[in-house]
């Protein structure tokens, strides 16, 4: 039985945060790098922060973010769509 894999993705500011300033601080803190990193991610949302999860785990850093005032979705990678477009160049 194989167990399915979860990533991470961060999407943005959550409403009615406490400003972008400070969620980006807590961001840094909470993963430990430099709150210009974290800006430089804020700026390329959506950003995958972790993959090869599981369901626990991607909750869990689900939570983490939320909490500090940020959004993001946990995607399920058994069906990778990454770089799939119906448009056509």
């Known amino acids: 039985m194989t167990t399915n894999q979860f990533r991470v993705k961060l999407t943005g500011y959550a409403t009615?945060?406490?400003?972008?300033?400070?969620?980006?601080?807590?961001?840094?803190?909470?993963?430990k790098i430099s709150h210009d990193k974290a800006k430089t991610i804020f700026?390329?949302?959506?950003?995958?922060?972790?993959e090869n999860l599981t369901a626990v785990e991607a909750d869990q850093y689900?939570?983490?973010?939320?909490?500090i005032g940020a959004t993001c979705v946990v995607e399920n990678m058994k069906h990778n769509l990454d770089g799939l477009s119906i448009i056509d160049d």
């Open 16 to 31: 009615g945060s406490k400003g972008q300033y400070y969620v980006e601080t807590d961001f840094a803190k909470l993963f």
């Open 43 to 50: 700026k390329s949302i959506p950003y995958t922060i972790k």
């Open 62 to 67: 689900k939570a983490a973010i939320e909490k």
